[in-house]
């Protein structure tokens, strides 16, 4: 069974930073693109960052600048760095990957994690 686990949410000031990962476990044979995405309540998920595979990123205009995805692939962990956050920013965070699973069936299904909540104080 595959898992996706958020953590590194929290409240934090206006222009304060958080540092959130996304730990993946399970029998996985490999990990494709890893992304960020954030909800807010009645809205729709938006994509926040990627990061492939090779380590290509990219970043949704409303965060570029202020936010840095990353991946330790010997870990199956992604981050998400955020700095200067404002209270726009406050939303459910979460976490989703590209995984083949150790089956041996060779599908690549994407997976998501039960978000972690980010909330900046004005």
């Known amino acids: 069974q595959v898992q996706l686990v958020e953590s590194g949410g929290g409240l934090v000031q206006s222009g304060g930073s958080l540092r959130l990962s996304c730990a993946v476990s399970?029998?996985?044979?490999?990990?494709?693109?890893m992304g960020w995405y954030r909800q807010a309540p009645g809205k729709q998920r938006e994509l926040v960052a990627v990061?492939?595979?090779?380590?290509?990123?990219d970043y949704a205009g409303s965060v570029k600048g202020r936010v840095t995805i990353s991946r330790n692939n010997a870990e199956n962990t992604a981050y998400l760095q955020m700095n200067s956050l404002k209270p726009e920013d406050t939303e459910v965070y979460y976490c989703?990957?590209?995984?083949?699973?150790?089956?041996?069936?060779?599908?690549?299904?994407?997976?998501w994690g039960q978000g972690t909540q980010v909330t900046v104080s004005s």
């Open positions: 989703n990957a590209e995984i083949t699973k150790a089956d041996g069936l060779g599908r690549t299904e994407t997976y």
């Open positions: 399970g029998s996985i044979f490999s990990i494709r693109a």
């Open positions: 990061i492939t595979g090779g380590g290509n990123t």
